[in-house]
């Protein structure tokens, strides 16, 4: 279980062919969020790009954790989550909408202007604990195992 002044390690991007494993602060969680901690992090062309540095998210100047296919077991759930529970053993989809607009009113996140994704626009998976934002949790990606 992670608390205030947590640290924990995780494989951090700083460049094209620069990872680094560093110790990094365990994700805070808010309402509606969930924290795994991860069991497994797949490595797929995505991420070959990204160490590249030909990822267009990954800016120059990004210091961000990679990792966006992700299984383990959720650590804390933030209030107002329902439906998971604490230990379960969860995959999560890393692709979400923002909730709002006309294209995730229809179910089409992946169409969404301000879609995010783990580990590319957000803090990933390549590391011991990933923070999972309310937008991605409500839309349904902690999927129980």
């Known amino acids: 279980m992670t608390g205030a002044g947590t640290t924990m390690l995780?494989?951090?991007?700083h460049g094209p062919e620069d990872l680094r494993p560093q110790r990094r602060?365990?994700?805070?969680?808010?309402?509606?969020?969930?924290l795994?901690?991860?069991?497994?992090?797949?490595?797929?062309?995505?991420?070959?790009?990204?160490?590249?540095?030909?990822?267009?998210?990954?800016?120059?100047?990004?210091?961000?954790?990679?990792?966006?296919?992700?299984?383990?077991?959720?650590?804390?759930?933030g209030r107002d989550v329902h439906?998971?529970?604490e230990g379960r053993s969860v995959f999560v989809a890393p692709n979400f909408g923002c909730g709002k607009?006309?294209?995730?009113?229809?179910g089409g996140n992946n169409l969404c202007p301000e879609s995010q994704a783990l580990g590319i626009t957000v803090d990933g998976a390549f590391a011991e604990y990933v923070r999972v934002?309310?937008?991605a949790v409500e839309q349904?990606?902690?999927?129980?195992?």
Request: net charge positive; with cysteine.
């Open 36 to 77: 795994v901690k991860v069991e497994a992090a797949g490595i797929c062309a995505t991420d070959l790009r990204i160490l590249a540095g030909a990822h267009r998210k990954f800016v120059p100047g990004a210091a961000r954790i990679p990792g966006h296919e992700v299984a383990g077991v959720i650590a804390r759930i």
């Open 83 to 85: 439906g998971l529970d």
């Open 101 to 106: 607009c006309r294209h995730c009113a229809r």
């Open 10 to 13: 995780a494989l951090v991007y």
């Open 133 to 135: 934002p309310a937008a």
């Open 25 to 34: 602060p365990a994700p805070d969680i808010g309402p509606g969020e969930v």
């Open 140 to 145: 349904g990606n902690v999927i129980p195992l």
